[in-house]
């Protein structure tokens, strides 16, 4: 009944931001009217923006971007800031950068070219008739000075590089000093470096060091994240540095997210605050989040509320599922009426999710009084040089996903750069080198398609195919249940564990 209730007010969530975006489209396009921004346009954009020769080879755009034709397999190319300003044009497309793009004060000054009313950049995707729905691929380059200080509705309620992203795809792209915020004085408010609100889709080997805000004072939601404000998509190999703030009526601010149901392999060494009037959730990786592993925080997180609750946790201020996670940084809580949790992990487990809430290795520093503040609190507190031990961090994957050599400068586990995901375990569906109940879990998680386990699995090379058929589906998780359970009759079905 629980996931039920939780699957409907998603749904309706989803309905309302829709409702949202599509008014906020409206204004924007009002805003934008130099930029052509249509649906329709879109649609075509291959088409109008090419050219077809003679013999029906269709040619490199060379003249808003680089080169390419915007399909997967011929990106369009961007090199300058002008061709990045163009993605807008065609949010339907496939993007490669090929340099690094410097912006500076004099490009949002009242004679830049981004100054936009002082409003700054003006991010891609506005709304859902021309959220962006294509791959942006970073190629490893970075994006320096990104501004965007947004105080009227007219530019809608997110802000980033992106606003609305929807199913789309953005990796491997490094925003260095930026400068996002969004003032409002009513309407809720979305704002990361990279995204405002990601609906589906996924980020992928993304980082952040510049500094994100957002303020309301309606009784709307405030989501700030390093990376990303408000996501319900996946969120993996990411970091931040920044500092992230969030003041509203209610406000959630994390170190990477404000808000996620699922997300691994990232972690955040900036300082992270919300503060509102009700309830606030402040972590070092989600304000509130289901499910996360494999992710650590070294920043101080702060949570502050004046007439609800406050919630403040080393990895996310409220959780239902939290593995192979660690915290180092000072947790605070405070609040003036309602009641203050704090937590080395997770301020509280949120019962909408409790029927899979749990905490699974996962360690922080004894400064703090408890991982949890509900449930069965089986974080483990450790001491400054216990931090220092990799023995001490039972159930970690050391080699694969850890590792706790290479850095003269840190003494504690640090994510492998591009994590594998492959177990070497015929049957290790979550990559803890064992085969328990947690595997057929993921698998059946991932055959019923819950939105952002798939990073979880790397199919056929993750010995998720157990039958052999080349195709991952229920009958891999019936295998591998029976296994488990030790039925007999079913040892000869195609399956060695170790």
């Given at each position: ?19 949202l975006?599509?008014?906020s ?8 009217g130099?930029?052509?921004?249509s649906?329709?346009a879109?649609?075509?954009s291959?088409?109008s923006?090419?050219?077809?020769s ?22 369009y ?10 993605v ?17 004060e004099?490009?949002?000054?009242e ?5 936009n ?48 992203v929807?199913?789309?795809?953005i ?6 000093d ?6 409002y ?22 980082y952040?060091?510049?500094n ?12 700030s994240g ?7 998509g ?13 003041t ?21 060494t900036?300082s992270?605050?919300?503060s509102?009037?009700g309830?606030?959730k402040?972590?070092?990786i ?5 499910f ?6 070294t ?11 406050s ?16 915290n ?6 405070s609040?003036s009426?309602?009641?203050?949790y ?10 909408e ?19 949890t ?7 483990i ?5 216990e ?12 080699g694969?996903?850890?590792t706790m ?9 640090e ?5 594998k995901?492959?177990?070497q ?29 798939s ?13 052999g058929?080349e ?14 359970a ?13």
């Amino acid at each position: 009944m629980k996931k039920s209730v939780k699957k409907v007010s998603s749904i309706v969530l989803s309905f309302v931001i829709m409702i949202l975006v599509l008014l906020s489209n409206t204004l924007n396009s009002m805003a934008l009217g130099h930029v052509n921004t249509s649906s329709h346009a879109n649609k075509n954009s291959i088409i109008s923006e090419t050219t077809i020769s003679s013999t029906g080879e269709v040619n490199e755009n060379t003249t808003e971007f680089a080169g390419g034709t915007g399909v997967e397999s011929d990106p369009y190319l961007i090199e300058t800031k002008e061709h990045l300003n163009n993605v807008r044009k065609y949010p339907t497309c496939h993007y490669l950068m090929i340099d690094d793009i410097v912006f500076t004060e004099a490009d949002f000054s009242e004679t830049g070219d981004y100054y936009n009313g002082g409003n700054g950049w003006l991010h891609i995707g506005g709304g859902y008739s021309n959220c962006f729905t294509g791959v942006f691929d970073g190629n490893g380059h970075t994006i320096t000075g990104l501004y965007e200080n947004i105080t009227n509705t007219a530019y809608g309620f997110t802000a980033g590089l992106f606003g609305f992203v929807y199913n789309g795809v953005i990796k491997n792209l490094g925003m260095i000093d930026c400068n996002i915020t969004i003032d409002y004085t009513f309407s809720m408010a979305n704002a990361g470096s990279i995204v405002g609100i990601l609906e589906g889709g996924s980020i992928t080997n993304c980082y952040n060091t510049g500094n994100i805000s957002t303020s309301s004072n309606d009784a709307s939601h405030c989501m700030s994240g390093g990376i990303v404000g408000d996501a319900r998509g996946s969120i993996t190999n990411c970091y931040n540095t920044g500092n992230i703030t969030a003041t509203g009526s209610y406000s959630n601010a994390g170190g990477i997210t404000g808000s996620i149901s699922t997300i691994s392999f990232c972690y955040n060494t900036g300082s992270v605050t919300a503060s509102s009037y009700g309830n606030a959730k402040a972590g070092g990786i989600s304000g509130q989040v289901d499910f996360i592993d494999n992710c650590y925080n070294t920043g101080n997180i702060s949570a502050s509320c004046s007439a609800q609750n406050s919630y403040s946790g080393g990895i996310s201020g409220t959780g239902g599922e939290f593995r192979n996670c660690y915290n180092t940084g000072e947790i605070s809580s405070s609040a003036s009426v309602g009641i203050s949790y704090a937590g080395g992990i997770s301020g509280y487990i949120s019962t909408e999710v409790s029927y899979y809430g749990s905490l699974t290795n996962c360690y922080y520093l004894n400064t703090i009084d408890k991982g949890t503040n509900n449930l069965p609190d089986t974080a483990i507190s450790l001491t400054i040089d216990e931090m220092k031990q990799q023995s001490m961090f039972k159930g970690f994957n050391f080699g694969w996903v850890w590792t706790m050599s290479g850095n003269p400068n840190y003494y504690n586990p640090e994510l492998v750069e591009d994590p594998k995901f492959v177990s070497q375990v015929v049957g290790d569906i979550n990559g803890d080198n064992t085969v328990n109940p947690l595997d057929i879990s993921f698998l059946s998680r991932y055959i019923s398609q819950w939105s952002g386990y798939s990073f979880e699995i790397n199919l056929i090379e993750a010995n998720c195919d157990l039958n052999g058929d080349e195709n991952v589906n229920p009958l891999d998780s019936t295998i591998l249940t029976r296994h488990i359970a030790n039925w007999s009759n079913y040892s000869h079905l195609p399956l060695t564990l170790s």
